[in-house]
């Protein structure tokens, strides 16, 4: 069965319409960002989530689980979290952390599975190398640098064929350190100014 499954995943057929499927999902992520941007944002996303009341805490599980599927950032969930369950941010940071490996090793396998048949010019050789060398350090730094699209080194990681365990370590490492730095800020400025 799975055998199947695997070679029907592997046909050049399959693999584009899993692409534009996803490119699909990805503009019309973009689309409802354009036209509802105060959505996306902390408190959006919080007024979203909070309509659900008990059952909050599943739907915000969800939507984090989900969020990389759509190529946006982490951030805004991270701090909506916070804002929601100001009592669990030890839960905000695990699921949190959860999203981001989930949707990390999405795309890192996505990467590989997709190969979109690209030449292998100067600079990608290049990429491979510094990659290969440096992958752990590189990896790491970009994740906790919050400005950089995650994202994007996860797609790199996986189209260069990085070590995965090394990948996903270095990943968790950074995004660890990012998660944590936010919510214990988060947590500094409402008890010592919202409060």
Same mark, same amino acid.
């Given at each position: ?12 057929? $399959? ?6 499927? +996803? ?47 759509? &190529? ?11 804002? &929601? ?19 990390? $090793? ?19 050789? $290049? ?9 752990? +350090?590189?990896?790491?730094? +970009? ?8 994202? &994007? ?6 189209? $260069?064929?990085?070590?995965? +365990? ?30």
């Amino acid at each position: 069965m799975l055998k199947t499954i695997s070679l029907f995943i592997q046909r050049p057929q $399959t693999k584009k319409i899993i692409l534009g499927i +996803w490119i699909a999902l990805i503009v019309a992520a973009i689309v409802l960002y354009v036209l509802f941007p105060k959505e996306f944002t902390a408190k959006g996303i919080k007024e979203f989530i909070i309509q659900f009341n008990a059952v909050s805490i599943v739907v915000y599980m969800f939507i984090c689980l989900i969020r990389g599927l759509f &190529l946006i950032p982490s951030t805004p969930f991270v701090l909506a979290g916070a804002l &929601l369950f100001p009592n669990k941010l030890w839960l905000v940071f695990i699921v949190s952390i959860l999203g981001i490996l989930g949707s990390g $090793t999405f795309i890192y396998l996505a990467a590989q599975f997709l190969d979109f048949g690209e030449k292998k010019v100067k600079k990608i050789n $290049t990429i491979n190398k510094k990659v290969r060398k440096h992958g752990f +350090w590189i990896v790491l730094g +970009w994740a906790f640098f919050p400005i950089v699209p995650t994202d &994007l080194i996860c797609y790199v990681a996986g189209r $260069t064929r990085m070590n995965f +365990w090394k990948y996903i370590s270095a990943l968790f490492i950074g995004e660890a350190l990012l998660i944590a730095s936010y919510l214990y800020f988060c947590q500094y400025f409402s008890v010592n100014y919202i409060s």
